[in-house]
């Protein structure tokens, strides 16, 4: 087993496995009111005044892999629709317990009307995911093994990386999550960290907290899907469609939503609904949507 270039080892993932079955081709949305409109209209499955959220519930964790220098912090708001959950990272003690509660006996078009973006974002979400599951429309799935959380971390990242096609320059990085950046400089590419957050890299480099500034000095982009819940997503949409960029989501939130943007703009989705990697030390699932294995 070889050593990462944070020094401690590489985990590889699984081979991959194409999905079970196949949907039929998505339309490509450029927006997600648009998007959300659509399923109001009923264009995406059952009438969403007909699918009420059973289960409301958030997710709040720390994080410092071993042989790390940095913590994280997520919180994460997650919506249950008949088998599907979705979700939407939020920013720590954004989201007040009383929002969470409230959702829960409404139905999916009453939350597609909800002041609070994430709330939308997680209705959504589930959503989607009910009406057309992972399994049945991604283009291949991704088994991370059982392991620590530091193991699983570096999975991860190296199937979401494995995304990227090769460019000459450097990759924004939007969201930064140092197991993805160990990948990227264990490639040998050039990458420019960005955070809402702010604060440093593992490797002592400033995450910078405006993307837009970033943009015309990137070759590809690589962004969370936190950027769909905080309003950043579309913005980055645009100037990959323009600039005929590749742009790869790694999607915890709104992992059901984001495959919807392939075509406008957006490359792949790594895609990984609840429960997530860090939860459970045992084997999760990762649904790829824009490769072909």
């Given amino acids: 087993m070889t050593a990462s270039t944070d020094?401690?080892?590489?985990?590889?993932?699984?081979?991959?496995?194409?999905?079970?079955?196949?949907?039929?081709?998505?339309?490509?949305?450029?927006?997600?009111?648009?998007?959300?409109?659509?399923?109001?209209?009923?264009?995406?499955?059952?009438?969403p005044?007909?699918?009420?959220?059973s289960v409301g519930f958030v997710t709040r964790q720390g994080a410092r892999h071993a042989n790390r220098l940095r913590s994280y912090r997520n919180q994460v708001l997650s919506l249950r629709v008949d088998a599907a959950v979705g979700s939407c990272a939020v920013e720590p003690g954004e989201l007040p317990d009383e929002v969470v509660y409230d959702c829960v006996g409404a139905t999916v078009a009453d939350l597609l009307?909800?002041?609070?973006?994430?709330?939308?974002?997680?209705?959504?979400?589930?959503?989607?995911?009910?009406?057309?599951?992972?399994?049945?429309a991604a283009d291949t799935v991704v088994t991370v093994p059982a392991g620590g959380s530091l193991a699983k971390s570096q999975a991860r990242a190296a199937a979401v990386v494995d995304l990227l096609p090769p460019t000459g320059g450097p990759v924004l990085v939007v969201g930064v999550v140092n197991s993805l950046l160990a990948r990227l400089r264990a490639a040998g590419r050039q990458y420019l960290p960005c955070d809402l957050a702010g604060g440093r890299t593992e490797w002592d480099e400033p995450c910078l907290p405006d993307a837009a500034a970033l943009l015309d000095r990137c070759d590809a982009i690589l962004a969370s899907g936190m950027t769909l819940g905080n309003g950043t997503f579309e913005p980055l949409l645009g100037h990959a469609a323009?600039?005929?960029?590749?742009?790869?989501?790694?999607?915890?939130?709104g992992s059901a939503v984001l495959p919807w943007f392939r075509g406008a703009g957006l490359t792949a989705v790594s895609a990984e609904p609840y429960p997530f990697f860090w939860l459970d030390g045992g084997p999760t699932t990762i649904y790829r949507y824009g490769v072909s294995g």
């Fill in 113 to 136: 009307a909800h002041p609070l973006l994430p709330v939308r974002v997680a209705a959504l979400d589930a959503y989607l995911m009910a009406q057309r599951p992972h399994a049945e």
């Fill in 242 to 253: 323009a600039e005929g960029k590749p742009f790869v989501v790694f999607a915890q939130t």
């Fill in 7 to 47: 020094g401690s080892p590489a985990t590889s993932v699984s081979p991959t496995r194409p999905a079970v079955s196949r949907s039929p081709t998505r339309p490509a949305y450029r927006s997600l009111a648009a998007l959300i409109n659509a399923v109001r209209a009923g264009r995406h499955g059952v009438d």
């Fill in 49 to 53: 005044t007909r699918c009420q959220v």
